[in-house]
């Protein structure tokens, strides 16, 4: 069974950037698709962006052009890099298939701050 591990979080004030890791483990395909899911405050959660074993990236409005996966197949990573932070942004980040296919994570808390 697969097991995610997310890290990277943290506080940060709006305007700036932090960048999310997912180490991956146990026996899986090399290079699923993965994704990055994200539970903000009184929402449901919710895919912000993907990347399909080819490497198509994808991404939601409300982060395409701020946010950018990543994958490194050989150490079953996959980052989340994250730029311009806004408020909005605040919430549990999660990596899995776009589908939800693996157990859920803990996540990784992002906090922005005005």
């Known amino acids: 069974q697969v097991h995610v591990v997310e890290s990277g979080g943290g506080l940060v004030q709006a305007g700036g950037s932090l960048r999310l890791s997912c180490i991956a483990s146990?026996?899986?395909?090399?290079?699923?698709?993965m994704g990055w899911h994200r539970q903000t405050p009184g929402n449901q959660r919710e895919l912000v962006a993907s990347?399909?074993?080819?490497?198509?990236?994808d991404y939601s409005e409300t982060v395409k052009g701020r946010f950018t996966i990543s994958r490194d197949i050989a150490k079953s990573t996959i980052y989340l890099e994250m730029n311009h932070l806004t408020v909005e942004d605040t919430g549990v980040y999660y990596c899995?298939?776009?589908?939800?296919?693996?157990?859920w994570g803990q996540g990784t808390q992002v906090t922005v701050s005005s």
């Open positions: 990347m399909s074993r080819l490497g198509r990236k």
């Open positions: 899995n298939p776009p589908e939800g296919l693996f157990p």
């Open positions: 146990g026996r899986f395909s090399d290079g699923p698709a």
